[in-house]
């Protein structure tokens, strides 16, 4: 069975630009999450999908973030424009919905220079 | 919502001991405590979980332990090898969403 994949694994942008990451869940899990760890601090959770609907958005910093999920399968999450913190690294989890366990992918390190 | 504290932040071990880490949790509904394990530049690999009417998992050399009166579960490695050294992380849930402590950083020294 396929892992959670993610893309790009790395980013390297100008503040101001934007960066759009995505996240390729294992199939067949409903349930789609978005962490990000900054600056070797916990990983946070920023939001909750299952299927195509946002269930929790509370751990969202701002409006400049911006999470899709379009027909229930892959995700992304668009970042504009960028400023400096927030360069981290963005995990995607995805859940079978019977069940607790969440699967990570490898990250996406952003780097915002 | 949720805030996990985990200690230490660092451990270094010799081969062959154990290692113990300790994180405490806030919210009496969480319901579920993970255990993830991160090797450098790997994702971080879910290796015990254990739920809350249970006191006690193990799977062969790591088992956790859960005490809901003191909102407090710890992760114990018996007989470290090099294999162990990594980044592990506990994390807390009552509502599937994972608030995560800082980190443990395992150093098993051969």
């Known amino acids: 069975e396929a892992g959670v994949t993610q893309f790009p694994s790395h980013s390297v942008i100008e503040k101001g630009q934007t960066v759009t990451l995505r996240c390729d869940p294992i199939?067949?899990?409903?349930?789609l999450y978005w962490y990000r760890r900054v600056m070797g601090k916990e990983i946070k959770f920023l939001l909750h999908?299952?299927?195509?609907?946002?269930?929790?958005e509370s751990g969202m910093p701002n409006n400049r973030f911006l999470a899709e999920r379009t027909g229930g399968t892959y995700s992304t999450l668009k970042v504009q424009p960028a400023e400096l913190e927030d360069s981290g690294v963005y995990f995607c989890?995805?859940?079978?919905?019977?069940?607790?366990?969440?699967?990570f992918g490898p990250g996406t390190r952003l780097t915002v220079t | 919502g949720e805030n996990v504290e985990q200690h230490p932040s660092t451990l270094s071990v010799q081969e062959g001991d154990s290692a113990v880490i300790k994180c405490t949790y806030s919210?009496?509904?969480?319901?579920?405590f993970p255990w993830y394990k991160q090797e450098l530049g790997k994702r971080p690999q879910l290796i015990i979980d254990?739920?809350?009417?249970?006191g006690e998992k193990k799977d062969q050399r790591i088992a956790v332990t859960l005490n809901k009166t003191a909102k407090h579960f710890s992760l114990h490695i018996t007989e470290t090898q090099p294999e162990d050294s990594a980044v592990y992380f506990c994390?807390?849930?009552?509502?599937?969403?994972?608030?995560f402590g800082a980190g443990t950083t395992v150093t098993v020294r051969a």
């Open positions: 994390a807390g849930s009552n509502d599937y969403k994972l608030s």
């Open positions: 999908f299952v299927k195509e609907s946002k269930q929790d």
């Open positions: 919210d009496s509904a969480s319901n579920y």
């Open positions: 989890a995805s859940r079978d919905g019977t069940r607790y366990e969440q699967y």
């Open positions: 199939s067949g899990h409903d349930n």
């Open positions: 254990i739920r809350s009417n249970v």
